[in-house]
């Protein structure tokens, strides 16, 4: 057995080790960034992290199938869910366990993990609470922080979001905090793009304090495309591979225009959309709109692919308090060469993908959850009222215990 | 505004004020105690509590109908479960209030509050995990700890059961603890027995060592009377108030026996049981046992009642490691005369009411989650490993911050 005080206490006051784990909407698996994480302040952007290593793991067609049954109001039951908690905070640990060992880690080595969990329902709007005079947001995630602290030995938050929720605000986004303290510029406003199956903006004042900083949700990411490709090829392809698809066709601007006169578009942030939004039924919408038009399938997805793009360049005209000068691209759609090159087009600023500014696009979200973690444990306010709604800075995430 | 600097710092080494709180599941609604718990040494046991004062919220009606649907496995929804996960939050928070203002205490002065939540799920056995190579037990309780928090402005202590199940355990039986820590004699052999729905006992040999206190379900509490007695007047009553149907009849001592036969009675410790085994079904075949004897109502409440004094006794002659020589009861079993007079005749030692060690008895369960959240935060481990089953010791509980 090796001796690591030393080390451990070297780096022990500005320096840690945290392990982010993520799962999205879309159920491919779990993403997990093993990050540095150094203290440089006290405060929520006194924060500096480099991504040591990066692995998914995909879920198998199975379990993914087993998940998408209890994200479904109609299908979702409580026996299920109790059991999946305990399986899903198992294949978060072997994630996270994968993650470290491609960085050359120790399990001691390791201070926190931070666990987003998997999402199997998100209540955007006020419901009425059963039981009480009040009404309330909901968001619920599963995979069970005390199991990764247990299976990984290592200190773990997990259900972020629900803390936001519980001071009032949407419990998203949350990826500012990251963007703000990572990625401001001194001398320019940039703006922070991801596109995953939703597209969701960071715009970045220079040297940005916590209140300069503006994120919402765009609008559909990659979700619109992939349900048109879906639709279009019957399930024979699931989504528009390099953008091979949008660049054969032609758009139809009228299309366009029409699908862009939906209301999410129009609404003032704080705002967050979903499946529910910008799900199979608008895009059979769009299918049925663009058959109308007697378009060919390729026009169709090359309408849906300027449709995001649009979507994301008219966001930053009606509510980005300064207008970017330099946009940062990351989730699956920086991978979509059509779509960028729109973004080119509809937004007067260049556009880059993530990487350009030394973070894997792909790692982001995962490292996300490492930085929330460390601000947790460091008693660190971590949400960003003004962009999630809430009526305060709050101190997210539930710690479990080894 | 009062300064209470000087206050809190004087108590702030060895003593905090806790507030424990609690929903069976009966689903009446949620108890709270305020606590007062002093730290004597640094081991599990070494906690003095004093109940400050005790409520009870009853959920109303419909309330309580709601959440009877979300713990079915056939009718418990995602989506009702998310959004009841915030309801019950602020229900339980309202009681800690209630709790907190009869002890004439201000937020300020509760240093941490400890909820068990709602139980809607729970696998006693284990189960093939999906998309897992292994198996596991589970359980799921609801009432969000960021609520709770938000709301009261207090650090939360929640899903504790969780824990233990993580570690291999049935994530129950918790009250030991508080048992061991509070009730333990110094020269003689104590027994706790508490008869809520399920009967559970605690045995505890003169100042015991944590490996020396053996805890287990005896088997049904109230459970099977109670559904006896709503069978025989189809409804009309909920339970035999007083024991005086009981005290009515005449014990039929075959029937007894033949119900004595059962399975769980003779399995070892550690074990724990619930409505899936001593719930209507097994009342139903009694109360048809006791009609094909042509006994009277009377007689089969009698039988009922001398079913759960017997389950008890045998239990301590098969499991306890040393006989008991004082049996301290609580729950609301301790207010049923006849079952403590058949206890009295059918344990070979003195019966008495919890009160008698100068604990409300009913306050007693929520008093635990309240002393299980101080030993959470001084990173002390809560479970106790030879009752509950599981691997080792564990620290059980996830913190949010107010």
């Known amino acids: 057995?090796?001796?690591?005080?030393?080390?451990?206490?070297?780096?022990?006051?500005?320096?840690?080790?945290?392990?982010?784990?993520?799962?999205?909407?879309s159920l491919d698996g779990v993403d997990a960034a093993v990050c540095r994480v150094t203290t440089t302040g006290a405060g929520p952007l006194e924060y500096d992290l480099s991504v040591e290593s990066f692995e998914t793991a995909e879920y198998d067609e199975a379990f993914r199938n087993h998940l998408a049954t209890l994200a479904n109001a109609g299908t979702g039951r409580v026996d299920d869910i109790a059991v999946a908690n305990v399986a899903l905070g198992e294949t978060f640990a072997e994630a996270a366990e994968q993650a470290r060992e491609a960085a050359g880690l120790t399990r001691?080595?390791?201070?926190?993990?931070?666990?987003?969990?998997?999402?199997?329902?998100?209540?955007?709007?006020?419901?009425?609470?059963?039981?009480?005079?009040?009404?309330?947001?909901?968001?619920?995630?599963?995979?069970?922080?005390?199991?990764?602290a247990d299976r990984?030995?290592?200190?773990?938050?997990?259900?972020?979001?629900?803390?936001?929720?519980?001071?009032?605000?949407?419990?998203?986004?949350?990826?500012?905090?990251?963007?703000?303290?990572?990625?401001?510029?001194?001398?320019?406003?940039?703006?922070?793009?991801?596109?995953?199956?939703?597209?969701?903006?960071?715009?970045?004042?220079?040297?940005?304090?916590?209140?300069?900083?503006?994120?919402?949700?765009?609008?559909?990411g990659n979700m619109v495309m992939d349900s048109v490709v879906t639709l279009l090829t019957e399930g024979q392809r699931s989504y528009d591979e390099d953008g091979s698809l949008?660049?054969?066709?032609?758009?139809?601007?009228?299309?366009?225009?029409?699908?862009?006169?939906?209301?999410?578009?129009?609404?003032?942030?704080?705002?967050?959309?979903?499946?529910?939004?910008?799900?199979?039924?608008?895009a059979e919408r769009f299918v049925a709109a663009g058959r109308n038009r007697e378009l060919d399938d390729e026009d169709i997805v090359a309408s849906a692919t300027a449709l995001t793009a649009?979507?994301?360049?008219?966001?930053?005209?009606?509510?980005?308090?300064?207008?970017?000068?330099?946009?940062?691209?990351?989730?699956?759609?920086?991978?979509n060469p059509t779509l960028m090159a729109m973004l080119e087009t509809a937004v007067d600023a260049p556009v880059h993908r993530l990487e350009a500014l030394g973070?894997?696009?792909?790692?982001?979200?995962?490292?996300?959850?490492?930085?929330?973690?460390?601000?947790?444990?460091?008693?660190?306010?971590?949400?960003?009222?003004?962009?999630?709604?809430?009526?305060?800075?709050v101190i997210m995430g539930k710690v479990s215990l080894p």
């Not at 609470?129 to 947001?137: E, H, K």
């Not at 032609?250 to 129009?266: G, N």
């Open 246 to 282: 949008a660049a054969a066709g032609a758009v139809d601007d009228d299309l366009v225009a029409t699908f862009l006169d939906e209301p999410y578009f129009q609404a003032a942030p704080p705002k967050t959309t979903g499946r529910e939004q910008f799900g199979r039924e608008y």
């Open 310 to 335: 649009r979507s994301i360049a008219d966001a930053y005209d009606r509510f980005a308090p300064r207008y970017p000068e330099e946009v940062y691209v990351s989730g699956g759609g920086a991978n």
């Open 152 to 220: 990984i030995d290592t200190t773990t938050v997990s259900d972020f979001r629900s803390r936001d929720v519980a001071a009032g605000g949407h419990g998203a986004p949350l990826a500012p905090l990251l963007d703000a303290s990572q990625f401001a510029a001194g001398d320019r406003v940039r703006v922070l793009q991801n596109v995953g199956g939703i597209g969701n903006c960071t715009v970045l004042p220079p040297d940005p304090a916590l209140d300069d900083v503006v994120a919402f949700d765009t609008g559909p």
């Open 108 to 148: 001691s080595e390791i201070d926190v993990i931070g666990s987003h969990g998997q999402t199997i329902w998100h209540v955007p709007d006020y419901v009425q609470l059963p039981g009480r005079p009040g009404r309330s947001r909901a968001t619920l995630q599963i995979g069970d922080g005390s199991v990764i």
């Open 1 to 25: 057995m090796i001796d690591d005080t030393h080390t451990r206490q070297a780096r022990a006051t500005n320096e840690r080790y945290a392990i982010g784990l993520m799962s999205g909407t």
């Open 359 to 393: 973070m894997n696009g792909d790692a982001k979200e995962a490292a996300l959850f490492a930085l929330l973690a460390v601000a947790r444990l460091d008693e660190v306010p971590n949400n960003l009222p003004r962009a999630t709604g809430a009526d305060e800075p």
